[in-house]
């Protein structure tokens, strides 16, 4: 019993550590919420840029991200010339929230939870694209089905879904809502390096 406190008070010492000489917020919110992060350190501008290529050139609609975290991907998609006002940005974390807000002042940024992604954005809005780096694998999965509701209603209509994962295979929850796979494309300069899946979706029954 005297064992296990001592080993708890080593955990928890251990993790303030951590937290004290953490260069960023990520780290914080790692140690904070692993699960809902799901990554050991921010994307590389590599993926995001390649994250933001896979947008079609053409067709109206906004883009929405999903996860904004510390903006890497945000960087990218107004670098590749989204209009600020064309962007909304969902993001669960308030630190998140805040330093997106700070970083661009120009983009809405949304504090609120991607299972509700319809009830986020004003009724009928055309949705060209939504580019996620949400960890659906290892969010619960009635939550992460939730989400790719939410994808289907929104991108029936000749919309596209943009996800990365850290695996090769494609992921198994597309089955959950039967997205149609489009392209994938690896990226090695990241840490640890990725896969860019691209989905479609038909119209919801
Ligand atoms: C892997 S991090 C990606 C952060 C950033 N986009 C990047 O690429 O470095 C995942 C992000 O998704 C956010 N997130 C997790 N679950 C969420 C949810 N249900 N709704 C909105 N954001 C969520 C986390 O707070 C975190 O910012």
């Known amino acids: ?22 260069p960023g917020l990520f780290l914080q919110e790692l140690l904070n919420r692993p ?63 805040q330093r997106l807000r700070q970083r661009f002042p120009d983009v809405e940024v949304i504090h609120g939870n991607a299972a509700d992604l319809c009830d986020l954005i004003p009724q009928d809005t055309k949705v060209r694209a939504i580019v996620s780096s949400l960890p659906l ?29 850290y695996n090769l295979r494609l992921p198994k929850w597309r089955r959950l809502v039967n997205a149609r796979h489009t392209s994938s494309q690896f990226v090695w300069a990241n840490l640890p390096p990725a896969n860019i899946t691209t989905f479609s979706f038909s119209q919801p029954s």
């Open 137 to 165: 694998c290892s969010l619960p999965e009635p939550i992460t089905h939730s989400i790719l509701e939410q994808w289907r209603t929104l991108l029936h209509d000749g919309g596209v879904a943009i996800q990365f994962t």
């Open 35 to 97: 699960g809902a992060i799901g990554a050991i350190c921010p994307s590389s501008r590599y993926l995001a840029r390649q994250m933001a290529r896979q947008i079609p050139g053409s067709g109206d609609g906004i883009i929405i991200e999903l996860g904004g975290g510390t903006g890497v991907i945000t960087r990218a998609l107004l670098d590749s010339g989204i209009a600020p006002e064309k962007l909304k940005v969902i993001e669960f974390s308030s630190p998140f929230v």
């Open 1 to 22: 019993m005297m064992l296990r406190v001592l080993q708890l008070g080593r955990a928890q010492r251990v993790l303030q550590y951590f937290k004290n000489i953490a």
